[in-house]
């Protein structure tokens, strides 16, 4: 049997009489019971760290080799049959464990914590633990009716692909590229944004959602939609230092982090003489005492010794010493072979504090291993990862924003603490830290956009009769009627799909200024700055980390006369947005129905459709989106929007982020290619999709 302590635990096959039939008895209890015939040595039950009867010796991987001790005398053992507790910081090679060859543990480990990566059952949940020292599926004693699985194997019209969509070989796809993994990202963020919508609705089709982003992953692994699914040690194809995630679930679908709970991941490597696990990346976000504080250096703790091997939710909650085994033995082995290890950071969500970002911070090495006593006074493994020389500031990046907010640093170049004057209830940074120059031209801040008439609807349109706020799927609001009988937001605020018009809320509504259907309404939420750059005049950017989806400010100004425009205007204002430009018609930011299995007719066209054509100068007046230059390869896409007063409509251009945007970088839009040649600049974007030309 398996585990039982011994020389031999199965007696010569010449003892065993083959004609005879066992008397097997059903099983009435829990407690195993183990035959002792006399030809079969006797069963002991021995803790596997021993001590352990003469005649019997440890197996692997109890077993310590000769010399592992440091100390001229053996290590005692405690009454609980472990060893004992070391009074202080004890070496880790202390801990160590036979050669790789000696033993086939490690044989099928090959993608790290496995278990932990991907044990996603099917309403997308993880039974899988932080830094889990095991993966242990229970039984469910609740059974939901069973589900029809996808298959994605038929009708190639009805399946996503990447390589098609994408249009790339399939060697690229696994070991991915920037295009990839943003594509991979944006697509898996469009079925988590409809996974909580109709979670918000209770329109599941499938039932109960819960996580949306653990459902949506599972999704997408499902469905094939993922890269660099071949695990290396070192930088991944497609991701920079100081990417952003949102969700654990997005580190593995691009193969950065594979375990979408556990904190280290490892690999294993074969080599002359043996095969050892070797980290390829750990996860560093609050759930163990880690010392996170520094910029270059990260004091990182192992995994396991938590209660029943689940979660564990508080620093105090390590009930048992941690074993050198899977990851803090793949650290171990990666501070022996001195190999580069990813390093994520989790840092909670300025925006929402129930939630964390994971910032990618670039590649470490494991300078040291050692033991010490936990608070709860159990052993624990640490290790000191000391950042690689070179490297773009990432963390950095975050710490010396959060000096700012607090006001214990002031801002290098900084102009101006707030160039709204308290126009915005965020306020708004002027920087310069590339030259001498002290501002942009004069204007007058003003946050929305102004009329000089309405803009008619064809029809009367008429406000919603809710009387605290708009809820989803309430099909009496007329509001959520008029977008389709779908909420256009999340409950968090954040923008779900791209769509042709979208109605708010408007004055005459009878809903609470807080209504969810308001959200361009109430102006700043990030933390933003105008800067000065290099060659492209000034800039935005945020020092806030930025979620898809996110509303990050409207173009305000005045709307012009549209022949007016044409005449006068065209040669000498450089701060214009034309909704009549051409845009680019192949982007594509929504989901795909097909992936949640949705079934009838769908709206998903992404064209705009705005009654009338809209041109907004913010030359002399204006908000921090005349700031905003122009990209080929955008990270902000604009959506118009409809409010309602008194029967008149109101067009309004909102900005919101298309992907997740990390501190400090700057923000673009397409500012599309007018149909006169004339009018158009040279774009000095850099982009590797450069037009060479807009507006």
Known sequence: MEGVA????????SSFDKSRILDVKPLRTLVPMFPNPPQAPPFVCSSPFGPFPSGFSPFYPFSVTQGAQTSAEPQAANQDGGFATPAAAVPLRSFGTPQMGAGPHFSGASNGDTGSSFGLSGDGFTRSSKRAAANFHEPNSSQKRPRKSRDYSGDATKRVSLSTALAVSPDVRDDGNREVVTYVLMKFDSVRRRLSQLEDAKESPSGLIRRADLKAGNIMMTAGIRTNVRKRIGAVPGIEIGDIFFFRMELCIVGLHAPSMAGIDYMTVRSEVEEEPLAVSVVSSGGYDDDAEDKDVLIYTGQGGNLGGGSITKKDKQVSDQKLERGNLAMDRSSRRAN??????????????????????????????????????VNSFKYKLVRAPGQPSAFAVWQSIQRWKAGNTSRAGLILPDLTSGGESVPVSLVNDFDDEKGPSYFTYFPTVRYGKAFNLTQPSFGCNCRKECSAGDLNCSCIRKNGGDFPYTSSGVLVSRKPLIFECGSSCPCIPSCKNRVSQGGLKVRLEVFKTK???????????????????????????????DADEAENNEYIFDTSRAFDSSFKWNYDPELIEEEGPVDSSEAYDIPSPLVISAKDVGNVARFMNHSCSPNVFWQPILYEHNADSYPHIAFF?????PPMTELTYDYGLSQLEHRRKQCLCGSPKCKGYFG
């Open 657 to 661: 982020a298309m992907r997740h945007i």
């Open 340 to 377: 580069v290890v990813r390093v994520i950071r989790g840092m909670r969500d300025a925006v929402s504090s129930m939630s964390k970002v994971y910032v990618y911070d670039g590649l470490y090495t494991i300078q040291e291993g050692w033991v010490e006593k936990s608070k709860s006074g």
């Open 6 to 13: 011994g020389q031999s635990s199965v007696p010569p096959a």
């Open 535 to 565: 060659d492209r005049g000034w800039g935005l950017r945020s020092w806030d980390p930025i979620r898809a989806g996110t509303f990050i400010c409207e173009y305000a100004g005045e709307v012009l006369d549209k022949a007016k425009y």
